[in-house]
């Protein structure tokens, strides 16, 4: 077994444990909120990272999937209906909008997409008869599939974890595909990619509905979690903390946008029992990480250690048999 | 019919102040390619400076509406030279920057000046209004129209008849080759971003009495902004002034006619747009 299967394993080991070595439910409940933030980061990465398109307008898709949610589940239907209408229609708003916002390609994508999550952020907003405006809806009962109730912390942790655990299998094997190459390939030589006969914007089409469908799972979590949702979700200022989980995490990696999630989420937590400015916090973070690690914390961090493992090898060099030769 | 024609003078007047915000924002974004995005911020900034200018001040309106819109223009030329200079070249992150900038000036304007909305008097003269073809028009909304025509009229001289604006020209066509002739582009960066802040802070200001000033005003106009410039095309002076005008009149009609719907209503026709024309209506095809 290599090193990398035998972390992987331990990780999760660990993680399945977290309700037994966490503190208290209050801990549990952040380890939830981690997951599901994990998730919308790896979905706002595959267009970053992995595609090269960087969107400010993806929590109006994870909002609109808590709002179906939330308004279907009022009107009396069942859990599972709700969920299966709620990815229907975010996969739906999120093939209308990549098709506007794909229209251009770079800084115009970020544009459009502000502009088309401010707009549903205004529908959220304004359409008081549908989303009771600024007070927002109430989610009543957890879905308990099979039978198991979700109530409880810890039961809503592991269904988390799981959904979480398929997420990150499926967005593995998605970016280690032939497509998720094809992907990269667009991000780098978009030109190229279409000499060598590939349909850039059929590639960058199917990766927005793949993010799409991600960040809709992650807003059905967010809403039976919370069981709430109001316009406060929708605004420009969530699009940025998941921006900045994935750029501070490192874009482009599989584990970066989680730390990042994990760091974001934590901070959040830690720094709103001191100080009510969280939103100052926010935009000091995003300038000095993008000013001092444009690169995120975990391909930084990969890079500080391979330079001191360098600068160990490079003093040893002469003690070390082949140590010079490596050099 | 009457309600439809206050609506109109209302539109317009709203079509002004956006054009004097997404002018320097259109101009920003042909020059050093990037979407501004503390633009709303700037704006609520010259508001919220002019107001307690004026009200706590006692400072005479117009006088405050100039001080602030230096100011302004001052903040912007400061987060050009310290920020965004320092990241030439790399588009994502000067975007980010100015993202998180507008976070912070969010939040520093709700600790400084409380969350509660400060309503700006209409400046003296200028109240009231003047009763034509039967239907009552304030004054200060057409006063606020002729500003924006003159600016309109002097930015236009000042791009197409001056030595300064022939050099953004060349700036905005071809950055690279503008360099290479000796056009000082790093200079123009600078000008070009004041002089945007400052037509944002301004418009802040004189918005003021109309949209009175509070903490979200910044990510009201912002997407206005940008849907202007998606609809005009960016870089045109004409793009961003017939643009203004029909996101004004779409959005005070829907708000009028649809309160529900406000924004939504804009969504149409950019997507239109989009799926047309997608270098908008005066804008040049992508290089």
């Given at each position: 077994m290599t090193a990398r299967g035998g972390a992987l394993i331990v990780t999760v080991a660990v993680l399945a444990a977290a309700p037994y070595w966490l503190p208290g439910s209050y801990?549990?409940?952040?380890?939830?909120?981690?997951?599901?933030?994990?998730?919308?980061?790896?979905?706002?990465?595959?267009?970053?990272?992995?595609?090269?398109?960087?969107s400010l307008g993806h929590a109006g898709l994870f909002g609109l999937a808590s709002y179906v949610i939330a308004v279907v589940v009022a009107a009396g239907w069942g859990h599972f209906a709700a969920i299966a209408l709620a990815l229907a229609v975010t996969l739906a708003a999120t093939g209308v909008f990549a098709l506007m916002a794909l229209r251009s390609i770079g800084i115009g994508f970020l544009m459009i997409t502000l502009a088309l999550g401010q707009i549903l952020w205004?529908?959220?907003?304004?359409?008081?008869?549908?989303?009771?405006?600024?007070?927002?809806?109430?989610?009543?009962?957890?879905?308990?599939?099979?039978?198991?109730?979700?109530?409880?912390?810890?039961?809503?942790?592991?269904?988390?974890?799981?959904?979480?655990?398929?997420?990150?299998?499926?967005?593995?094997?998605?970016?280690?595909?032939?497509?998720?190459?094809?992907?990269?390939?667009?991000?780098?030589?978009?030109?190229?990619?279409n000499a060598l006969g590939y349909h850039v914007c059929m590639i960058r089409f199917c990766a927005c509905l793949f993010s799409g469908l991600l960040t809709a799972i992650a807003g059905i979590l967010f809403v039976y979690y919370n069981q709430f949702i109001s316009p406060q979700t929708l605004a420009?200022?969530?699009?940025?903390?998941?921006?900045?989980?994935?750029?501070?995490?490192?874009?482009?990696?599989?584990?970066?946008?989680?730390?990042?999630a994990a760091l974001v989420v934590i901070m959040k937590n830690v720094a709103s029992a001191y100080i009510v400015r969280w939103n100052f916090l926010l935009g000091a973070i995003f300038v000095a990480i993008v000013i001092f690690m444009p690169e995120g914390l975990v391909p930084g961090t990969v890079r500080f250690m391979r330079w001191v493992r360098k600068s160990l090898a490079g003093q040893f060099a002469g003690l070390v048999p082949g140590g010079e030769a490596r050099r | 019919m009457n309600l439809y024609l206050v609506l109109a003078v209302n539109s317009i007047t709203l079509g002004g102040l956006l054009f004097l915000l997404s002018s320097g924002f259109s101009l920003i974004f042909g020059l050093m390619r990037i979407p501004n995005l503390t633009h709303g911020s700037l704006f609520m900034l010259g508001a919220y400076l002019g107001a307690s200018l004026a009200v706590w001040y006692r400072l005479d309106f117009w006088l405050a509406a100039i001080l602030s819109a230096v100011l302004v223009a001052a903040f912007g030329g400061l987060i050009e030279r310290l920020l965004l200079r320092r990241l030439a070249g790399n588009t994502l992150a000067q975007v980010l920057v100015t993202l998180g900038i507008a976070f912070m000036i969010a939040d520093a304007c709700l600790m400084a000046f409380t969350g509660d909305p400060i309503t700006v008097p209409t400046p003296a003269g200028l109240v009231g209004a003047v009763r034509s073809f039967g239907?009552?028009?304030?004054?200060?909304?057409?006063?606020?129209?002729?500003i924006a025509v003159a600016f309109a009229v002097a930015l236009w001289l000042l791009l197409d008849r001056t030595r300064l604006g022939a050099m953004i020209r060349a700036g905005v066509d071809d950055p690279d080759?503008?360099?290479?002739?000796?056009?000082?582009?790093?200079?123009?960066?600078?000008?070009?971003?004041?002089?945007?802040?400052?037509?944002?802070?301004?418009?802040?200001?004189?918005?003021?009495?109309?949209?009175?000033?509070?903490?979200?005003?910044?990510?009201?106009?912002?997407?206005?902004?940008?849907?202007?410039?998606?609809?005009?095309?960016?870089?045109?002076?004409?793009?961003?002034?017939?643009?203004?005008?029909?996101?004004?009149?779409?959005?005070?009609?829907?708000?009028?006619?649809?309160?529900?719907?406000?924004?939504?209503?804009?969504?149409?026709p950019m997507l239109v747009m989009l799926l047309v024309r997608p270098q908008g209506l005066f804008g040049r095809q992508a290089p």
């Open positions: 801990y549990v409940n952040i380890a939830t909120q981690i997951l599901f933030y994990a998730i919308f980061a790896l979905a706002i990465d595959l267009l970053i990272g992995y595609g090269g398109l960087v205004g529908l959220a907003y304004r359409w008081i008869s549908v989303t009771n405006g600024d007070n927002g809806l109430n989610v009543d009962t957890r879905p308990a599939p099979f039978g198991f109730s979700l109530n409880q912390a810890s039961a809503f942790y592991y269904a988390v974890l799981i959904v979480f655990l398929i997420v990150v299998a499926c967005v593995a094997v998605f970016v280690s595909s032939p497509f998720g190459a094809s992907l990269r390939g667009t991000r780098d030589q978009p030109r190229r990619m420009l200022t969530a699009s940025a903390e998941v921006v900045l989980m994935v750029i501070s995490g490192g874009a482009g990696t599989l584990l970066g946008p989680i730390v990042g | 239907v009552v028009f304030p004054i200060y909304r057409l006063v606020i129209i002729l080759m503008a360099r290479i002739v000796g056009i000082p582009v790093p200079r123009l960066f600078t000008i070009v971003f004041c002089l945007g802040a400052a037509l944002a802070g301004f418009a802040g200001v004189i918005g003021a009495p109309i949209l009175s000033v509070y903490p979200g005003l910044d990510f009201d106009m912002l997407p206005l902004a940008l849907m202007v410039v998606i609809l005009g095309g960016t870089g045109s002076l004409l793009g961003s002034l017939i643009g203004s005008f029909i996101i004004g009149f779409l959005y005070n009609y829907g708000q009028a006619l649809l309160p529900e719907l406000a924004y939504f209503v804009l969504f149409l």
